[in-house]
């Protein structure tokens, strides 16, 4: 079966400014309810099959400036996964660009914070990674196959630091 064609508002110059202001409530209700709200991802594929959330801290590459955006995940053993999908578009995510440029960060999983590693797989473990990921949220196949880039695949590992 093929995956749907990219709806043609998906490329809206509005929707960049809608995801940035939902994103930071839902940061803010994910944080003061402990994951109890805003913990579970509910639209396209996880209306049907909720995809548990995690906050994801990372530092901007150029400011300096620390960001937390909510992002879909799995676990993967001890590790966690996360995809850098940013919905099909073309060009990676800030987040993404920022784990590449300085890879350990901080998670929160519902009221636990963590102290991680990021990784991006490839090969082998991206292949496996990915089937998980598209039976965690079927709508990763659809984001695929919408853009020309590979989706990067990564992994959260456990770091020994101390959380902030």
């Given at each position: ?13 509005l929707l ?35 995809v548990p ?83 965690v949220y ?27």
């Amino acid at each position: 079966m093929n995956p749907p064609p990219r709806p043609k508002g998906l490329d809206s110059p509005l929707l960049p400014t809608i995801f940035r202001y939902a994103s930071r409530a839902q940061v803010w209700v994910y944080r003061r309810t402990r994951g109890r709200v805003g913990g579970k991802w509910r639209i396209g594929a996880g209306f049907r099959k909720p995809v548990p959330t995690l906050l994801l801290e990372h530092r901007g590459r150029k400011s300096g400036r620390v960001f937390t955006v909510p992002l879909l995940y799995f676990a993967d053993g001890d590790d966690l996964a996360v995809v850098a999908s940013q919905g099909g578009l073309a060009a990676h995510p800030q987040w993404y660009l920022n784990l590449c440029a300085s890879p350990e960060t901080v998670v929160h999983v519902r009221g636990e914070r963590r102290a991680v590693r990021a990784r991006v797989v490839s090969g082998d473990e991206r292949a496996r990674l990915w089937k998980a990921a598209v039976g965690v949220y079927a709508d990763f196949d659809s984001y695929q196959s919408w853009t020309e880039r590979e989706i990067p695949v990564l992994v959260l590992s456990p770091c020994a630091r101390k959380v902030p």
